[in-house]
């Protein structure tokens, strides 16, 4: 067996490893319930997907031009993916928005002062 | 090789349409740009398997354009929902420029 058929191999398997990553990270992105939680579904498409389709179309490439903007594309990738995901985290904490779980915990704890938070609630009307 | 090419275009087809929905239905606005975001890098994959599929991996350069614009349209979104403009802060008197 060559080492271009072996490339070839490794190529196609990482691109149908890759496609799945991309499917479950936009799967992830639609049933999880949370923008927080939803942040774990587009890193998968940034880091998993990208990177391993990238890759193999990098090892089918048919020329090094190809493969230097395989590279080039990778490397804008990694660098402004997370960045991009790092600033929405950001702006939504920001904005005061909070975890579903955060959220729950407030409700169950409220009932306990009740008259605290309705104290609060008094003053700042 | 196409069959392949083939498959992992179609999956990223569905992923995109995922994203699709969840740009449309997000309850936030926050979550339409966590979508438009991945919709952008779906996009960016999806247009360099096709150049491969197609037998012309000039394509490259457009979704390497794509990657650079994509990445410049999601931070001018945010800059925008944080300081309700653009460019120069000292339009606006109440936006702090922290």
């Known amino acids: ?37 939803r942040m774990h579904g587009t890193g998968i498409v940034d880091t998993g997907g990208a990177g391993l389709i990238l890759f193999g179309l990098l090892m089918l490439s048919p020329d090094w031009t ?13 660098m402004t993916g997370p960045t ?17 779980n955060v959220k729950a915990k407030r409700k169950k704890a409220a009932p306990k002062n009740k008259a605290v938070k309705k104290a609060a609630k008094g003053g700042r009307k | 090789m196409e069959t392949v090419f083939a498959i992992t275009l179609i999956a990223l087809g569905v992923a995109a349409t995922l994203a699709i929905i969840r740009a449309t239905i997000g ?37 390497l354009l794509y990657a650079l614009i994509n990445f410049i349209g999601t931070i001018a979104i945010l800059k925008f929902f944080r300081f309700g403009t653009l460019g120069d802060h000292s339009l606006h008197e109440d936006g702090d420029p922290s």
């Open chain 1, 1 to 37: 067996m060559s080492v271009s058929a072996i490339m070839d191999i490794i190529g196609m398997v990482s691109l149908c490893i890759g496609s799945l990553a991309v499917i479950f990270g936009a799967l992830g992105l639609l049933r999880l319930g949370d923008v927080y939680q």
């Open chain 1, 66 to 78: 190809v493969t230097v903007r395989l590279i080039l594309i990778g490397f804008i990738l990694v």
């Open chain 1, 84 to 100: 991009a995901t790092h600033t929405i985290a950001r702006a939504v904490r920001v904005s005061g928005e909070e975890p579903d």
């Open chain 2, 27 to 63: 309850p936030t606005s926050f979550d339409r740009v966590l979508a438009v975001n991945t919709i952008g890098s779906i996009a960016v994959l999806l247009i360099a398997v096709y150049g491969f599929f197609d037998g012309r991996p000039e394509f490259l350069d457009i979704a």
